[in-house]
């Protein structure tokens, strides 16, 4: 079984440390949320782990396979079985999603096979539909262009549809739950959770408790200052939900350095 394994990692942008000592493990078959305040390197991590170029690691591994990613390319990272579900999608005029996901999906075939030719049209369909059947969507979406005049709703299942049809090992959901009402977010989260399965880990990154209410948490960590600072199990979200962040500040500023 995989996993993706932090370790000590210190990342910063325009010269500003943003993580500073981030440690955090993410199996296989496991979802795990990452809570905190505005600010305090979520997104941050993320990016980095997928390779961002204006995100400067400066100490710190992030093994997965044998391999620490940090050595590897953007896209050798993808196929390799890491995933980023993106807080904010970029539209591709032009580009149907179909196209898109056809076009991802042979990288990552040649990627693993360099004589593979692509996966054949008919074969392609097939996958898309029994995708797309799965997450309830509408099989006309595929036709059409890539976030282009998408609700912030269908954006999000646009990035899920991506996961269903690359099938990573491990995901980050980074804030996927941003700028969703309630029935979105539902008809998200549900997308999610049906493709919840022993070989799939999840990191869900989120400011709020909401999410969590749809997709249940295995582990919940939360990080402050670029530090996860603690670890517990769904419970720690509820707690967080009650009573904010202000017990966690205390109890980091009377513990001894």
Request: proline content about 5%; glycine content about 10%.
């Amino acid at each position: 079984m995989s996993e993706l394994s932090i370790r000590n990692l210190h990342v910063g942008i325009d010269g500003k440390e943003i993580l500073k000592g981030v440690n955090l493990t993410v199996r296989q078959g496991e979802v795990h949320a990452l809570m905190g305040p505005n600010g305090t390197g979520k997104s941050t991590l993320a990016y980095a782990l997928m390779g961002h170029p204006n995100y400067q690691v400066t100490d710190g591994e992030a093994w997965f396979k044998g391999q620490n990613i940090l050595d590897l390319a953007p896209d050798q990272r993808s196929h390799l079985g890491v995933f980023l579900a993106f807080q904010y999608p970029v539209a591709i005029p032009g580009v149907s999603v179909a196209n898109f996901l056809r076009t991802a999906l042979n990288a990552q075939r040649k990627a693993h096979d360099p004589a593979d030719k692509g996966i054949p049209i008919p074969e392609f369909r097939k996958l898309i539909k029994e995708r797309m059947e799965l997450l309830r969507m509408d099989l006309n979406f595929a036709g059409r262009y890539l976030n282009d005049g998408f609700s912030g709703g269908e954006k999000k299942r646009a990035e899920i549809l991506q996961m269903a049809t690359l099938r990573p090992e491990i995901a980050i959901l980074d804030e996927t739950d941003s700028g969703l009402d309630i029935d979105a977010l539902r008809i998200v989260s549900e997308g999610v959770n049906a493709l919840r399965n022993p070989d799939l880990g999840v990191l869900v990154i989120t400011h709020y408790q909401r999410i969590l209410n749809y997709i249940k948490p295995d582990v919940v960590h939360i990080m402050m200052d670029g530090r996860v600072v603690e670890s517990g199990g769904p419970e720690l979200a509820l707690h967080l939900e009650e009573h904010g962040y202000d017990w966690l500040r205390e109890k980091i500023e009377t513990e001894p350095a």
